[in-house]
């Protein structure tokens, strides 16, 4: 009696690969987590930090240089398994000279931002914050745009330690850019245009 070949069984990294244009997967503990793109006051926030930091700490026009910083990394911590895309993430570039050739970032980074939505915020805070913090990422923030607030942690001694917490029009120098002030002001869609798509 013939056997039939096995059917090859998917794997997780392989099913991330597979999803449709659009659709951005995670495989956080073992689970794939999937999400569309993000809304205008998601997007706006994460591109005009994005600007801000890349100007200074990417490019070093009018701040330091000696950074990377990166819309949506693919973050590999355990290769095609434990795979995070943080909005933005940061390396300074003694710990990684060049970027990967191809989508995986396999050395931790130095500084990840997630900018919170109402269907990720709950992944965000209790998945993504203690993933991150298994794998020793020195600094997280976390961006509302709905509520207009920054929150900014460090990793320390096993632990996030809340630096500060600021809203609004704060002007702020946090770590790890503290060598140029951020204007959250800019981070948020105006309110007038956010009361017009409601």
């Known amino acids: 009696m013939m056997q039939s070949a096995p059917v090859h069984q998917p794997t997780l990294y392989e099913v991330l690969e597979a999803l449709p244009e659009g659709v951005?997967?995670?495989i956080l503990n073992g689970r794939l987590h999937t999400q569309p793109r993000p809304a205008g006051p998601h997007a706006i926030a994460g591109s005009v930090l994005g600007m801000e930091l890349g100007g200074a700490f990417h490019r070093g026009r009018g701040g330091p240089g000696g950074w990377w910083i990166i819309d949506e990394p693919e973050l590999h911590f355990v290769r095609n398994r434990e795979v995070?895309?943080?909005d933005l993430a940061g390396w300074r570039r003694e710990r990684m000279p060049c970027p990967p050739e191809d989508q995986r970032f396999e050395v931790v980074p130095d500084w990840v931002c997630e900018i919170l939505s109402p269907s990720t915020k709950q992944k965000d805070r209790q998945d993504k914050m203690p993933l991150y913090a298994r794998y020793d990422v020195r600094?997280?923030?976390?961006?509302?745009?709905?509520?207009?607030?920054?929150?900014?942690?460090?990793?320390?001694?096993?632990?996030?330690?809340?630096?500060?917490?600021?809203?609004g029009t704060d002007q702020?120098?946090?770590?790890?850019?503290?060598?140029?002030?951020?204007?959250?002001?800019?981070?948020?869609?105006?309110?007038?245009?956010?009361?017009?798509?409601?």
Request: net charge negative; proline share 8%; aromatic share 12%.
């Open 24 to 26: 951005t997967g995670e």
């Open 139 to 167: 600094y997280a923030w976390l961006i509302d745009p709905v509520e207009q607030t920054l929150e900014v942690y460090r990793f320390d001694a096993g632990t996030w330690v809340e630096i500060g917490r600021f809203a």
């Open 84 to 86: 995070a895309v943080p």
């Open 172 to 198: 702020v120098r946090v770590p790890p850019f503290e060598a140029m002030s951020i204007d959250l002001k800019g981070l948020w869609l105006p309110q007038q245009l956010r009361l017009v798509e409601t």
